[in-house]
Nanobody
Framework: QVQLVESGGRLVQAGGSLRLSCAAS????????MGWFRQAPGKEREFVAA????????YYADSVKGRFTISRDNAKNTVYLQMNSLKPEDTGAYYC??????????????????WGQGTQVTVSS
């Protein structure tokens, strides 16, 4: 049974930083591209960042480029999202995802296989 468990979300002031973690189990971690997505209240889920299976290449939404960094530790079966210079518009539920295709495909949000249950990030102004 595949499990993706996110952690690290909390209330933070604008301009602050957070690091989200996602621990994966039940799958061959290094055989899956990993990604982060978010969903604000009343809005559709959107792509945030993705990383290739061995962590060489990363993809970012334009809205987070230069502020967020995705990374992974295949020895720990964990993917991270470092978020700096947070803005109120970054508020939302952040979801970890895994897919055996490619990080590029994940960035297009096509048929992602596995999702976590989400962790809430709230940025106050």
């Amino acid at each position: 049974q595949v499990q993706l468990v996110e952690s690290g979300g909390r209330l933070v002031q604008a301009g602050g930083s957070l690091r989200l973690s996602c621990a994966a189990s039940g799958l061959s971690f290094s055989s899956h591209a990993m990604g982060w997505f978010r969903q604000a209240p009343g809005k559709e889920r959107e792509f945030v960042a993705a990383i290739t299976k061995i962590g060489i290449t990363t993809y970012y939404a334009d809205s987070v480029k230069g502020r967020f960094t995705i990374s992974r530790d295949n020895a720990k079966n964990t993917v991270y999202l470092q978020m700096n210079s947070l803005k109120p518009e970054d508020t939302g539920a952040y979801y970890c995802a895994a897919d055996p295709t490619t990080a590029r495909t994940m960035s297009l949000m096509r048929a992602i296989n596995y999702w976590g249950q989400g962790t809430q990030v709230t940025v106050s102004s």
